[in-house]
Structure formats: C-alpha cells, structure tokens
C-alpha cells in the first residue's frame, strides 16, 4: 500500500514537506545505490511501525471522515479515526493517510496521526544529520539501520 520510493524522496526533501515551504532538497544529492538504500530502510522501518499500529488498533472502530480531500496533482487525503471498542473512555486517534493515485492505483505517500506528518519527522531528523559536519550520510544509514534492525 506504501510508494516507498516517494515516501523516501519525500522525507528527502522533494518535494518540501506540508508545513515547511523552504527545506534543502537532499535526494538530489544521493547516488542512485545510495537512494535505493535509503528506499529499503525506511520500508523495513515503515512496514516494522504500520504492524506495530495495526496491533494497537485492532479491536477499534475506524471511520472515515467527511474531511477527506483531493489536494491536486494526483493527490489525495483519506481522514480516519480510530475508537476503542475495548477501552471507550479512550479518545478517538486521527490518522490520516496521504494517497497518490496512478489510474486505478493508489498509494500512501504519507502518514499524519494526530496533525504529526510522518515525511516531516524523518525530513527533520535526515536533514540534521545530513548538514552536521560530524555526522552525514554515513551516520544517518547506521542510524537507519540501527532502527530498522530492533526487534
């Protein structure tokens, strides 16, 4: 369901994040085996945090909201929230999923829980470590990699 590529060229920065109108366009800096590489981990870690998420929302009712939109450009924004069937006192959780479509083809390019992009947050973190001078992409990779390979 995931366009990881786009997801990995997102959180890169191209194009900006929503919210972040001026960012450093990263990808275009990598190596083709470097944006491949970056691709993967963050598939391994995204697939690792939907299934983490998908446990904790089992049991909920999930409903769609009447503020989904078309943003433009293939683009669109399906708004969700998930209530606890088991625990009802428990606030609802918003997740929004951005969606790009190619014909008949759909895929989350990003994930907003509770107004937090998930492009953003990586964009942020790759973007620090990306531009420290004792850092850099080498840092960024083992950190990726660090993460993707927890249990």
Known sequence: MFDYAELARRALGKPCPPGLPDCTNHWDTLTCGQRTEITELL??????????????????????????????????????????????????????????????????????TEGSSMTKNYYDQFHRMLGAPDQGYGYMVAKLEAKASRP
């Not at 708004?79 to 083809?105: C, W």
């Open 43 to 112: 598939r391994r870690i995204a697939d690792r945090k939907v299934e983490r998420h998908l446990r904790e929302i089992v049991g909920s009712e999930v409903s769609y909201l009447q503020s989904s939109s078309v943003l433009g450009g293939g683009i669109s924004r399906v708004d969700t929230q998930a209530k606890s069937r088991t625990r009802p006192q428990d606030p609802p959780v918003r997740v929004d999923f951005i969606l790009m479509s190619a014909g008949n083809e759909h895929r989350i390019i990003n994930v907003v």
